[in-house]
């Protein structure tokens, strides 16, 4: 299986960098990393009305988008679970 590029749009990395745990932190960028070999790993969730995927981490989530013709995964947003919600997405 090809490796896929990982891009991590600003607004999301600021979303990581105001985790308060460290240990969060590390686990949601290793999980976040993990998707460049497997895009759709056991426990990610497609998202109805968008092209988009949640993964969970903890009390925390990740939403990204996937494209397949050029390998590129690319994660849109990081929150923690209540403020990741429908509306949002």
């Known amino acids: 299986m090809a490796r896929y590029k990982l891009l991590i749009k600003p607004s999301a990395v600021k979303e990581i960098e105001a985790i308060s745990r460290k240990k969060d932190r590390q686990r949601i960028i290793e999980r ?3 998707l460049a070999a497997n895009p759709r790993p056991e426990g990610c969730q497609k998202l109805s009305g968008r092209e988009r995927y949640r993964l969970r981490q903890g009390s925390y989530r990740s939403v990204y988008s996937i494209e397949d013709d ?3 995964v690319y994660v849109v947003r990081v929150g923690h ?3 990741i919600d429908r509306k949002t997405l």
Do not use: A, G, Y
């Open 32 to 34: 976040i990393q993990n």
């Open 70 to 72: 050029t390998f590129v």
């Open 81 to 83: 679970r209540k403020d």
